[in-house]
């Protein structure tokens, strides 16, 4: 994989912040950390997604019908305890 050097421009305040990660063992350096941050946003986005096509999903299913809770709940408990 190849990477891509960016200029990136930081407030004095976030500058402080990331260099206080790396400090406490966090991370190597800079880079590491802002790759890191872009993994998470990339993961976040991903769950979003997969939740948004449930949702759509469930909408498109059809009408809603009623489920009794309590035998709901026994079937639930007898499958997974």
Same mark, same amino acid.
């Given at each position: ?8 421009? +930081? ?6 912040? %990331?260099?206080?990660?790396? #400090? ?5 350096? !800079? ?16 769950? +979003? ?6 949702? %759509?999903?469930?909408?498109? #299913? ?5 489920? !009794? ?13």
């Amino acid at each position: 994989m190849g990477t891509v050097r960016k200029t990136i421009s +930081l407030t004095d305040t976030q500058d402080a912040w %990331i260099k206080s990660q790396i #400090s406490a063992g966090h991370y190597t350096n !800079d880079s590491e950390y802002i790759r890191d941050l872009i993994r998470r946003e990339q993961e976040r986005n991903a769950a +979003l997604e997969a939740i948004r096509a449930g949702l %759509i999903e469930g909408e498109l #299913s059809g009408e809603p019908r009623h489920v !009794d809770v309590n035998t709901f709940k026994t079937r639930m408990m007898a499958k997974y305890g």
